[in-house]
C-alpha cells in the first residue's frame, strides 16, 4: 500500500511564495511520475505539474508555468512544488499524486494513488 502524505500549504498574501512536499511510502518510488494537481470549491481536478521517475523532464499546465518548479528527491522519497507570485487563483486544494507515466500523468485518470491534500490560500 503506497501512502501519499502532502505538507507545506498555508494562507498566504499575493505575490508570495509556498513549497508544497508530499512524502511517499513504499521502496518503489523512484520508479513512477509524480504529480501535482489542484481543486478549488466548485471546480473539477485539474493538472498542475508532473515528473518523471528520474526528474529529468517536467510538464506545467499553461496557467503556473514559469512561477510553479516541481523538483523531486528519490532518496527522500519526496515531491515538491515550489510555488512564487502566488495569485488568488491558486487557491484549492493541492494533491500529490504518483502514476505509472508522465503522460498519463497529466490528467487525473492517470494517477493510480492519491494524497489527503493541503489547503492554499492566496489573499489579494
Known amino acids: 500500500q503506497v501512502q501519499l502524505v502532502e505538507s507545506g500549504g498555508g494562507l498566504v498574501q499575493a505575490g508570495d511564495s509556498l513549497r508544497l512536499s508530499c512524502a511517499a511510502s513504499?521502496?518503489?518510488?523512484?520508479?513512477?511520475?509524480m504529480g501535482w494537481f489542484r481543486q478549488a470549491p466548485g471546480k473539477e481536478r485539474e493538472f498542475v505539474a508532473a515528473i518523471s521517475w528520474g526528474g529529468t523532464t517536467t510538464y506545467y499546465a499553461d496557467n503556473v508555468k514559469g512561477r510553479f518548479t516541481i523538483s523531486r528527491d528519490n532518496n527522500k522519497n519526496t515531491v515538491y512544488l515550489q510555488m512564487n507570485n502566488l495569485k488568488p487563483e491558486d487557491t484549492a486544494v493541492y494533491y500529490c499524486?504518483?502514476?505509472?507515466?508522465?503522460?498519463?500523468?497529466?490528467?487525473?485518470?492517470?494517477?493510480?494513488?492519491w494524497g489527503q491534500g493541503t489547503q492554499v490560500t492566496v489573499s489579494s
Open positions: 499524486a504518483r502514476g505509472n507515466t508522465l503522460v498519463g500523468l497529466t490528467s487525473p485518470s492517470g494517477a493510480d494513488y
Open positions: 513504499g521502496r518503489t518510488f523512484s520508479n513512477y511520475a
